[in-house]
């Protein structure tokens, strides 16, 4: 398996700290005619807690984009 299972652990550990920003956030999404917003509906509110969620949730898909490019360039071999 070589590096490919640090790559997994990687994506594992990520996502179960995702999902533990998931539950203190708890964003709650609001749709207004055709507007859509997000509100963090926790103990906090903070629009600063929300906008790190927001961040953090979309370096899952630059994970996912070296996931496909190792394994590209590992069949590619």
Do not use: C
Not at 20 to 40: D, E
Not at 48 to 71: D, E, G, W
């Amino acid at each position: 398996m070589g590096l490919y299972k640090y790559l997994l652990a990687s994506f594992s550990a990520y996502d179960l700290y995702l999902a533990v920003l998931h539950g203190v956030v708890n964003p709650k999404t609001i749709r207004v005619n055709s507007t859509y917003g997000t509100v963090a509906h926790s103990f906090t509110e903070s629009a600063n807690l929300l906008a790190a969620y927001y961040s953090f949730y979309t370096i899952s898909f630059a994970l996912l984009n070296i996931h496909f490019l190792y394994r590209y360039w590992v069949v590619r071999q």
